[in-house]
Nanobody, 126 residues
């Protein structure tokens, strides 16, 4: 059983930065692959970035060089650093957890993600 709670979303100007956090409630945090997905109004949920149980990472082409996914193992927390934000980054950002094959290797698929948070809103104004 895993519970996820996102925080850190806000309204910012284009070019600005945000740091999103996801508090993870589980006794086996290191064994999970984790990820961030986002959904804009009227759009399908899309993969942003994933990090494996051995800390390898994969990013969507649209965010490469701007976003960084990371973990703090001492706090059971997943982070997403969002730099040089663009209006097209606007959406609800969801934290996710799952298996190496079903989440990490399957990226950007959302179909086999085991656990989802409730989301946090990011709005980027031009």
């Amino acid at each position: 059983q895993v519970q996820l709670a996102e925080s850190g979303g806000a309204s910012v100007q284009a070019g600005g930065s945000l740091r999103l956090s996801c508090a993870v409630s589980t006794t086996g945090f290191r064994q999970y692959s984790m990820g961030w997905f986002r959904q804009a109004p009227g759009k399908e949920r899309e993969g942003v970035a994933v990090i494996s149980n051995i800390d390898t990472t994969t990013y969507a082409d649209s965010v490469k060089g701007r976003f960084t996914i990371s973990k703090d193992y001492t706090k059971n927390t997943l982070f997403l650093q969002l730099n040089n934000l663009k209006p097209e980054d606007t959406g609800i950002y969801y934290c996710a957890a799952g298996g190496y094959e079903s989440l990490f290797l399957a990226f950007p698929s959302t179909s086999r993600v085991a656990y989802w948070g409730q989301g946090t809103q990011v709005t980027v104004s031009s």
